[in-house]
Structures are given as structure tokens and as C-alpha cells.
């Protein structure tokens, strides 16, 4: 394992940072904006991920609860919820913990919540909003990759940006943002013909596949900043990234950790989004970003 040469970007403190400026407006406002978050089973791993979400949101002035399904609940009664959710004027942020069980389509779901609460970005007309340039939610991950890069003082006007993968989630939002930037934007994926040598061009390279440590110290070109989207529990129950770090880190100039990189920013963006969610439908119109 070599030294790091690279700078390490605290992803937590970019956090926490962005979560206390969030706070501070919540703490201006004359009402408190509301964040459900509805978790479908009681899956271990998903638990800590929502209680995370649920005392960050508390922690800046939130109203949050999280709402729990039994694993078997039929679609109709999620749909169902979900209707109550997006007429109740004191919620302003829906969102449905992913993935679902087999019998729930996820699709359907995601239809199903008001473009206006959807502070995951996951719905068709926020996709498309992002697509045309125009006011959205924008998806929280992505929207955290942008401001760590931002933060770290990566140059993105003209530099060459690599994606790997090309996730609804992740990936192709992704792309809009860093073309937004002015990045001339490759997305690889898991057919691209030769990964290793499209992800040496990359001055950017934003590894979002979930395999862990796939990308190798000879995948990255010298000084490239590299920010890891994978959050990959192994059989040992350590957490990966999707970047082999000690080995990238010889080469790379910046580069995010797993855990303390993209995790925590996309709590802190869901804050975000749940704030200007609140302040568009309460038409308080100092929102933005
Ligand atoms: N509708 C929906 N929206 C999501 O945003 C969503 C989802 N479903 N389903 C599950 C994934 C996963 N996810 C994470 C968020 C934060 C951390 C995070 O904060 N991780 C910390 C600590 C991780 C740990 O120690 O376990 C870190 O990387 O430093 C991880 C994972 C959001 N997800």
C-alpha cells in the first residue's frame, strides 16, 4: 500500500458544514418543514440509514417521522399512504426507502408522489425538469458529488468527467450535472469495451456501480480526482467503496473515503431539498439550488 499522495476530501465535514447552514435558515422560518420518510419492512441494514436521516432532520428542526411498513404490505395500501402523504399540507418531503419487496412496483411508487415532495429527485418529471435545465428536485447522491467537488476546488469547466455507471439514481443524473458544469461527460458502464482505459482519460472520475474496490490504482491518470459512490458492505461486514483507495490514492490528486465521502452528503442534501421543497409549495421564494 503506498502513501497517499492525494488529498482526502472529508465528505463529513462537507456535511456537516452544509446541514448547519440548512439549520440556520430552518431556524428563520415561522414554521417547521415536514419530512416523511417511509420504510417498507424492517431490514437491518436500511434501519441505520433511516435513523440516520431521521436525526439529521430532527437535529436541523425538521418535523421527520419515518412510517413502517410491514414487508408484506400490498401495493395498494403504500399507494394509499402515499396519497395521504402528498395531500397533507404540513408535509413537504416524501421519501419511500429503497429497494422495495417483490410484490411493489417501484415504478408505480415513484409515480405516485407529488413532483413537489419528491426530495429523492426519483420522479419522472423532476428526471425530465433536470434534463431541460429547469428548476427540480435534484437526486441527493448526485447532488452531493457536485458540491464535494466544488468544495475540494476541482476545476470542472472543460475537464474530461467519467461516470461509471449509469443508474437512474446516480448515473444519469450525473451526467446532466457535470454537463452542466461544462465537463465533456463519458458514462461507462458495465458493457463499455475497455473500463480501465476509459477511466484513465478522466480528469473527474465518479465510480457509482456497487462493486466493490473495482477501480485500480492503473485506472486512474495522475492528479485525476476521484469520488466514490459505493457504499458496499462486505461478507466481514466492513464497508467498501467502488475504488480500490490505498492503491488510488497514489495516484489521484483529490479523492473521497468510504465511509465519511458521498454518504454523508446525501443526507445533508435531502435536508436541502426538503428545505426548498418546503419553501417552493409555501411559496417563500428564496429557494434555489
Ligand atoms: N429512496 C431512497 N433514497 C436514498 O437516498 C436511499 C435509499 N432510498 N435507499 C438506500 C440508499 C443508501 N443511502 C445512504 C445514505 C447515506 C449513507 C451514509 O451516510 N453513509 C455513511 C456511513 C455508513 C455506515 O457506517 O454504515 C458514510 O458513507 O460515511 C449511506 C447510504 C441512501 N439511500
Same mark, same amino acid.
Given at each position: 500500500?503506498?502513501?497517499?499522495?492525494?488529498?482526502?476530501?472529508?465528505?463529513?465535514?462537507?456535511?456537516?458544514?452544509?446541514?448547519?447552514?440548512?439549520?440556520?435558515?430552518?431556524?428563520?422560518?415561522?414554521?417547521?418543514p415536514g419530512l416523511r420518510?417511509?420504510?417498507?419492512?424492517?431490514?437491518?441494514?436500511?434501519?441505520?440509514?433511516?435513523?440516520?436521516?431521521?436525526?439529521?432532520?430532527?437535529?436541523?428542526?425538521?418535523d421527520?417521522e419515518?412510517? +413502517?411498513?410491514?414487508? *408484506?404490505?400490498?401495493?395498494?395500501?403504500? +399507494?394509499?399512504?402515499i396519497?395521504e402523504l402528498n395531500a397533507d399540507p404540513a408535509v413537504d418531503g416524501i421519501?419511500?426507502? +429503497?429497494?422495495?419487496?417483490?410484490?411493489?412496483?417501484?415504478?408505480?411508487?415513484?409515480?405516485?408522489?407529488d413532483?413537489?415532495k419528491?426530495v429523492?429527485?426519483?420522479?419522472?418529471?423532476?428526471?425530465?425538469?433536470?434534463?431541460?435545465?429547469?428548476?427540480? +428536485?435534484?437526486?441527493?447522491?448526485?447532488?452531493?458529488?457536485?458540491?464535494?467537488?466544488?468544495?475540494?476546488?476541482?476545476?470542472?469547466?472543460?475537464?474530461?468527467?467519467?461516470?461509471?455507471?449509469?443508474?437512474?439514481?446516480?448515473?444519469?443524473?450525473?451526467?446532466?450535472?457535470?454537463? *452542466?458544469?461544462?465537463?465533456?461527460?463519458?458514462?461507462?458502464?458495465?458493457?463499455?469495451?475497455?473500463?480501465?482505459?476509459?477511466?484513465?482519460?478522466?480528469?473527474?472520475?465518479?465510480?457509482?456501480?456497487?462493486?466493490?474496490?473495482?477501480?485500480?490504482? *492503473?485506472?486512474?491518470?495522475?492528479?485525476?480526482?476521484?469520488?466514490?459512490?459505493?457504499?458496499?458492505?462486505?461478507?466481514?461486514?466492513?464497508?467498501?467503496?467502488?475504488?480500490?483507495?490505498?492503491?488510488?490514492?497514489?495516484?489521484?490528486?483529490?479523492?473521497?473515503?468510504?465511509?465519511?465521502?458521498?454518504?454523508?452528503?446525501?443526507?445533508?442534501?435531502?435536508?436541502?431539498?426538503t428545505?426548498?421543497a418546503a419553501?417552493?409549495r409555501?411559496?417563500?421564494?428564496?429557494?434555489?439550488?
Amino acid at each position: 500500500m503506498a502513501a497517499p499522495a492525494a488529498r482526502v476530501i472529508d465528505g463529513k465535514a462537507v456535511a456537516q458544514r452544509l446541514r448547519a447552514r440548512v439549520a440556520e435558515r430552518v431556524a428563520a422560518l415561522p414554521f417547521r418543514p415536514g419530512l416523511r420518510v417511509v420504510r417498507v419492512g424492517d431490514d437491518p441494514a436500511s434501519g441505520v440509514y433511516v435513523r440516520n436521516k431521521d436525526r439529521a432532520a430532527l437535529a436541523a428542526g425538521f418535523d421527520s417521522e419515518t412510517v +413502517l411498513l410491514p414487508a *408484506d404490505v400490498r401495493e395498494t395500501a403504500l +399507494l394509499y399512504l402515499i396519497g395521504e402523504l402528498n395531500a397533507d399540507p404540513a408535509v413537504d418531503g416524501i421519501l419511500v426507502q +429503497l429497494p422495495l419487496p417483490p410484490q411493489i412496483r417501484q415504478e408505480a411508487v415513484v409515480d405516485a408522489i407529488d413532483p413537489a415532495k419528491d426530495v429523492d429527485g426519483f420522479h419522472p418529471v423532476n428526471a425530465g425538469l433536470l434534463a431541460t435545465r429547469q428548476p427540480s +428536485l435534484v437526486p441527493c447522491t448526485p447532488k452531493g458529488v457536485m458540491h464535494l467537488l466544488r468544495e475540494a476546488g476541482v476545476p470542472l469547466a472543460g475537464a474530461r468527467a467519467v461516470v461509471l455507471g449509469r443508474s437512474q439514481i446516480v448515473g444519469r443524473p450525473l451526467l446532466q450535472l457535470l454537463l *452542466d458544469a461544462d465537463c465533456t461527460v463519458t458514462v461507462a458502464h458495465s458493457r463499455t469495451r475497455d473500463l480501465p482505459a476509459e477511466c484513465r482519460r478522466a480528469d473527474v472520475l465518479v465510480a457509482a456501480v456497487g462493486r466493490p474496490e473495482m477501480v485500480r490504482g *492503473d485506472w486512474v491518470a495522475p492528479g485525476a480526482a476521484v469520488i466514490d459512490v459505493g457504499i458496499n458492505r462486505l461478507p466481514d461486514g466492513r464497508l467498501a467503496g467502488d475504488v480500490a483507495f490505498a492503491e488510488v490514492a497514489g495516484h489521484a490528486g483529490a479523492i473521497t473515503p468510504v465511509p465519511g465521502g458521498v454518504g454523508p452528503m446525501t443526507i445533508a442534501c435531502l435536508l436541502e431539498n426538503t428545505l426548498d421543497a418546503a419553501l417552493r409549495r409555501r411559496g417563500e421564494a428564496n429557494g434555489g439550488g
